[in-house]
């Protein structure tokens, strides 16, 4: 991937962008963490591991300037991410250039990871691939992968193979849960709830998760000041509110400390949602979130009681 690195440096030394979110290698060899870089020497640092520990998504929607334009290396989850937030005004994707590394199938350390049906970050506005080729899959990404002496190939999506291991995988992952009557999944899930210290990690943590007056905080109506948010009440109402456009990238349950297994939660969800409104999070902007913009009818066809 030392294409990705030379085409950072192009961007910088023509002055494309302010800078380029990208994940580079700390002092350790296992040390990894986000970087905006702006002198193209610093390059040579990022580092292409097939997962990190944060969201790069989030931090280009925290950044000050939101006129300047920037570059952000990612994986698939957050370019997804970063399509999500952008229908959410959150990130202005013309002011950005997404560069999207393929995932390499096999070295994943985490269940989110192994359930993931997108290896290929098709979205991006350039791909790169492990076999060393490239794909310009925007205007942008034109204007990017001229910057390259590459093989530029047609845009490519996981391969079939891959998307049926990962949707076994699911099945696999829900199976115990999809057996147990909704009592019994309440139950099980009230349980995992009761683990919660509210150290709002998983919030935090979230690249959906942007809304800056947030009413999970104490000082909201339902929580007392000086309070912390009622277990069952946290995870819930964060829920239905990402709950349709999350793109299991896993960043909630790996800064649990408690090891309540969220993304499995948000995961069957958001297939469940998938299932009923054919949506699929993070791959086309013009695709607006079900939760926020279905009717009154569309619900009651889909058989929901209305009070």
């Known amino acids: 991937m030392e294409k990705v690195k030379q085409l950072v440096k192009e961007m910088l030394r023509k002055g494309m962008v302010e800078g380029v979110m990208a994940p580079v290698r700390g002092p350790g060899d296992d040390d990894i963490f986000p970087s905006f870089i702006t002198n193209e020497n610093e390059a040579d640092r990022i580092v292409l591991d097939s997962y990190y520990p944060f969201s790069l998504a989030k931090l280009v929607a925290k950044q000050g300037d939101k006129g300047a334009k920037v570059g952000v290396v990612v994986r698939t989850c957050d370019a997804r991410a970063l399509i999500e937030l952008a229908k959410r005004e959150q990130v202005d994707l013309n002011q950005a250039y ?11 350390p985490f269940a989110w990871c192994r359930r993931c049906e997108y ?30 002496n590459a093989t530029v190939v047609e845009r490519k999506e996981t391969p ?16 115990e849960l999809a057996r147990l009557s909704p009592e019994e999944r309440l139950r099980y899930w009230l349980s995992y709830f009761d683990r ?13 998760c942007f809304c800056k007056d947030c009413y999970l905080q104490p000082h909201k109506l339902i929580v007392a000041s000086g309070g912390n948010p009622p277990d069952k ?16 990238c896993g960043r909630c349950e790996a800064t649990c400390p408690m090891g309540i297994p969220i993304s499995r ?25 079900p939760l926020g913009m279905i009717t009154d009818e ?4 889909l058989g929901v009681e209305l009070a």
């Open 233 to 248: 009440l946290f995870h819930l109402i964060r829920l239905m509110h990402v709950g349709d456009s999350c793109v299991n």
């Open 98 to 108: 997404i560069i999207g590394v393929e995932c390499e199938e096999g070295k994943f």
């Open 119 to 148: 290896l290929i970050p098709s979205m991006a506005d350039a791909a790169f691939y492990l076999d060393g080729t490239v794909s310009a899959n925007t205007e942008k990404g034109k204007e990017l992968v001229s910057l390259l």
């Open 298 to 301: 569309e619900m009651k066809e």
């Open 265 to 289: 939660l948000y995961h069957m969800l958001y297939r469940e949602l998938s299932s009923a409104f054919h949506y699929e999070p993070g791959l086309d902007i013009s695709s607006l979130p």
């Open 196 to 208: 919660c210290i509210k150290c709002y990690g998983c919030r935090n943590s979230c690249p959906i």
């Open 160 to 175: 079939k193979e891959a998307r049926e291991r990962a949707l076994k995988r699911q099945e696999e992952d829900f199976a």
